[in-house]
């Protein structure tokens, strides 16, 4: 946050104050659920990754609406999320977790999906993008 003040970085510095008023909300939310310790590490990533989905839905209204410069501010924002995220799996080593996880599981329907899901979202959260990985499950499955 202090970095993008010196730069005068408007659109990083906003960007920054969103995820810190959302981390703040849910943080006072869980507080007042008794949970004293606050939010854990997962409700951050899984925060992170609401608001990237979000911003993901944004552009794709921007676009059909024809508004180009508030999708780029959107998608903008999106990279600044991510670099407060740990780094993504790219599409062949989730390929190969999702195979290692169906082999394991022993899947060979659909009905077994929810299984590999819940065992994919435990192992790598926040490492893996679920809808990508959610299509790839079904596709092996289906």
Same mark, same amino acid.
């Given at each position: 946050m202090k970095t993008a003040m010196k730069a005068k970085d408007t659109h990083? +510095?906003?960007?920054?104050? +969103?995820i810190l008023a959302a981390l703040k909300d849910r943080d006072i939310a869980a507080r007042a659920k008794g949970n004293q310790d606050g939010i854990s590490d997962d409700d951050i990533l899984s925060l992170l990754q609401a608001m990237i989905k979000q911003r993901h839905d944004s552009i794709e209204m921007y676009e059909k609406g024809g508004r180009l410069e508030l999708a780029e501010q959107e998608a903008g924002e999106i990279e600044i999320i991510k670099q407060f995220m740990p780094e993504q799996m790219d599409d062949a080593t989730m390929a190969a977790a999702?195979?290692?996880m169906v082999a394991e599981i022993g899947a060979a329907s659909l009905k077994d999906m929810g299984k590999v899901?819940?065992?994919?979202?435990?192992?790598?959260?926040g490492k893996m993008d679920f809808s990508k990985a959610s299509a790839i499950v079904k596709g092996r499955l289906g």
């Open positions: 990083t +510095l906003s960007t920054i104050r +969103l999702i195979d290692a899901m819940a065992r994919l979202k435990e192992l790598h959260a």
